[in-house]
């Protein structure tokens, strides 16, 4: 029988109190615990009784959960965790558990086929990863992308509801350019994830026109609920990011028609992860490989062509191939306009 979701809660409160080492548990306090536990994540205001709690304990002592924890009573009416550092969030996943993971897998990969669920290959590879560490009791073989000291994800849940909810924000926001932060009225609508920074798209209470924030300028994030939500009846993602690299976009701005020589040791490269999803091969020479893009121009697709750096050439606009020259001018500045001795 699979354990119901409120036996879950009062499992992981016993849990958390028998790790307190600094305080003694009686069953009596452990009833209060699981109480509050209980009312605060499902509104439940009906009491466990002593004997619910008994049992409860006696199932995280045995084997039937797979938890098996070293659970003792001390001068007969106080307990705790005879191993200090013991959680039952700890334990090894279970034989049973992984079958179940090797199921929802299998499942889960029926989708990947599906253009609506691409989203899915990922978080099914990390869970087939999962599964092998844990079945050979090794490092995982898989190494996804990550930023360890990442800020700014502390505020994603309250954005995340304020979107679901449809309720407007202030946003206390400080841009790297600003000295000091600002207030701002947002109506949120969307969460975007590039390179590892969160940022969220919306609109501003006097602005007409799509906003974007880096998560990690944030300050803080309050709920206005006194503010009603405008929602963009125009905002589509699909069609807000069809024409940009990254995350930028100025709204008067219309694509171009960019074309770009790469070298042969760069080419490979462009060919198998291309800049944006427009590319198309324009012609092979014997000097590289042309390519053609259909973009707004940003700083991201800026930084992102320069650092090809001597292996990839502007060809055409020239309004845009002088931005790139400019960037790299002043590059060339910041090195080689040094005082003698310097570098």
């Known amino acids: ?6 036996a879950l809660i009062r499992y992981r409160t016993i849990d958390k109190c028998l790790q307190n080492r600094r305080r003694k548990w009686t069953i009596e306090n452990l009833i209060e615990a699981c ?14 009784s002593v004997r619910t709690i008994r049992l409860d304990l006696n199932a995280m002592r045995s084997d039937k959960l ?3 924890a070293p659970i003792i009573v001390t ?7 005879e191993y200090p550092g013991y959680s039952i969030t700890n334990i090894p996943l279970t034989t049973q558990d992984l079958s179940i993971l090797q199921e929802v897998s299998y499942l889960l990969k029926q989708f990947k086929g599906f253009s609506h669920f691409n989203e899915v290959t990922e978080m099914v590879n990390k869970l087939e990863d999962k599964i092998y560490s844990e079945q050979h009791q090794q490092t995982p073989v898989i190494d996804f992308e990550k930023n360890e000291l990442l800020t700014g994800i502390e505020w994603l849940d309250g954005l995340y509801k304020a979107i679901i909810n ?6 206390t926001y400080q841009s790297f350019k600003a ?6 009225l947002f109506y949120p609508y969307l969460l975007k994830e590039y390179r590892n920074r969160w940022f969220v798209l919306g609109m501003n209470k006097k602005g007409k026109e799509i906003a974007t924030f880096a998560l990690d300028r944030i300050q803080m994030v309050t709920t206005a609920t006194q503010e009603p939500y405008k929602a963009h009846k125009n905002f589509d993602p699909h069609t807000y990011f069809k024409d940009i690299v990254g995350v930028t976009r100025n709204a008067a701005d219309s694509p171009l028609h960019i074309e770009f020589l790469a070298d042969y040791h760069q080419a490979p490269y462009i060919k198998t992860k291309p800049v944006h999803p427009s590319q198309k091969i324009v012609e092979e020479r014997k000097d590289g490989v042309v390519f053609s893009i259909d973009v707004i121009p940003n700083f991201e697709l800026e930084r992102e062509l320069i650092g090809f750096g001597e292996g990839l050439k502007i060809l055409s606009p020239a309004s845009f191939m002088r931005r790139i020259r400019r960037r790299i001018r002043l590059m060339h500045e910041v090195y080689f306009n040094e005082e ?3 570098g």
């Open 1 to 6: 029988m699979p354990v119901n979701r409120n």
């Open 35 to 48: 109480n509050d536990a209980l009312f605060e994540y499902e509104g439940i205001d009906k009491g466990v």
């Open 66 to 68: 797979g938890y098996n």
């Open 75 to 81: 001068d007969k009416k106080y307990y705790s965790y």
């Open 166 to 171: 449809k309720t407007t924000v202030v946003l």
């Open 179 to 184: 000295r000091q932060s600002s207030d701002i």
């Open 340 to 342: 003698p001795g310097v």
